[in-house]
């Protein structure tokens, strides 16, 4: 078992957040579809957004838990071919 965050959803992520904040809006994950794939730092991570000036909000995108039933999202985001997936499974 291993956990797995896909860097093109962190970076899509960052993206729409960078693009709330420069038309001056809020940033909200209102539009997505899995509400708890992005959480709201709180406790010791939040500190991570403190800049020393002021405190900045920090999301953090969820892990998922990779398994052998699910290591084929792997493969779907292009981390691992077909081929190397099977290998893993045998």
Do not use: C, W
């Amino acid at each position: 078992m291993t956990v797995f965050k896909d860097t093109r959803v962190l970076a899509a992520m960052a993206v729409s957040m960078a693009d709330q904040l420069l038309q001056g809006q809020a940033v909200s994950f209102d539009h997505l579809k899995d509400k708890e794939m992005v959480v709201k730092a709180t406790g010791t991570l939040a500190q991570m957004g403190n800049t020393g000036v002021r405190t900045v909000d920090t999301y953090i995108l969820a892990p998922k838990v990779i398994k052998k039933a699910n290591l084929r999202d792997l493969v779907d985001a292009g981390y691992y071919t077909d081929a190397q997936n099977a290998e893993l499974l045998q």
